[in-house]
């Protein structure tokens, strides 16, 4: 499907006409861009190879405003990475907005870049605990007459279906959940003894959330261990035990919303302080909600001297497993390195490609949603789904 989009956009570049807007694909932090920026992406593609008598392509007509809570992400950077790649191959105008984690720069970012020419919007919201930061954004498309396409953080159905030109490309929340809870009790029934450190018959942990009232968090939180716990019972085992009796949440929240690894490193040096094998109370496993908060615990634990590689085979090296989401590159790498236990891939390739489907129709002239019937969306609205995995090395 995509090589026929594809396509059909080269064709229709070859009789476009450039058009000024938002920019280039450069970025910016809280400052709106300069007007006067020449755009690196809409240059038009180079036509050595062709006949003199054939113009070069000319630069498309769209021009889209791509808006991510924050570029410090690690997973986000990596769908910037790829969005970036796929955008460019279309010869569309783009412009990147970094949020930096403010809802209220986010929304000057979205109404500078309208007022400055941008005729598509693409928004990873930052605010995600309820849905009147992406009801504004999507009123300012509506009211400009522009689409515009959520990502990655859940937007309400209310606010997808108040407007015919809005869609949302995102995962399964509960979906991410779920398969880590499988993967946490698989490893667990199979390494038992050797992560019940002090032999008491249950698996003390820390569960790292990330934010609260997202529901990716929300969902990865509740399923993680509930699973778990469900197919540890199957096998006659006791359920996960929250290293903090006294914590009723059975969780530790990034308080800046940002998902980030220095927060669970924070957490971490803090818990190692009191909690420890030689006071016969160690927290035996990590779970995280993304794998930057994954990386942060490690590092922790590593200054401690665990995990700094481990042989299972031999049972050498002392070890704590931790489990993330998101696959990202550097997680893989602590997989495979015996520093890290697990991750749930959320492809952000095919998060850069699903949303790149849906630029192209617009890009040719097709409606949001159409070719979109071999991707997974949902009933009555338009949400896509982009499937997670499982990746242990």
Known sequence: MMKKLLASILAAAMIGTALAGCGGSGSTSSAAPASSAAPASSEAPAASSAPAETPAPAASDLNVGVFYYTFS????????????????????????????????????????????????????????????????????????????????????????????????????????????GQMIAEYLLANYDAVDLNKDGAISYVMFKGQEGNAEAEYRTQFAVEDCDKLLAEAGKEPLAFYNAGNASKYLVDQTGAWSSQAATDYMNTILAEYSEANNNMVEMVIANNDGMAEGAIAALQAAGY???????????????????????????????????????????????????????????????????????????AKIRVPYGVYTG
């Open 73 to 180: 992400d690690v997973y986000i950077t990596s769908v910037r990475t790829n969005m970036d790649a796929k955008l460019n191959e279309l010869g569309v105008t783009f412009q990147n907005y970094d949020g930096n984690n403010n809802q209220a720069n986010q929304l000057d970012q979205i109404n500078t870049a309208i007022t400055n020419g941008c005729n598509l919007l693409v928004v990873n919201i930052v605010e995600t605990s309820s849905p009147d930061a992406a009801q504004t954004a999507c009123d300012a498309a509506k009211t400009a007459g522009i689409p515009i396409i959520f990502f990655n953080r859940e937007v309400a159905d209310d606010v997808v279906n108040s407007y015919e030109n809005c869609a949302f490309v995102g995962t399964d929340a509960a979906e991410a959940g779920h398969m880590q």
């Open 307 to 381: 995990n700094n590689g481990y042989d299972e085979e031999n049972n050498i090296g002392k070890f704590i497993p931790v489990f993330g989401v998101d696959a990202v590159d550097s997680a893989k790498e602590k997989i495979q390195n015996g520093q890290m236990t697990g991750t749930i891939m959320q492809d952000a390739e095919g998060m850069a490609n699903t949303i790149t489907a849906l630029v192209s129709n617009l890009n040719s002239g097709a409606a949001l949603m159409d070719n979109t019937s071999s991707f997974n969306v949902d009933a009555g609205v």
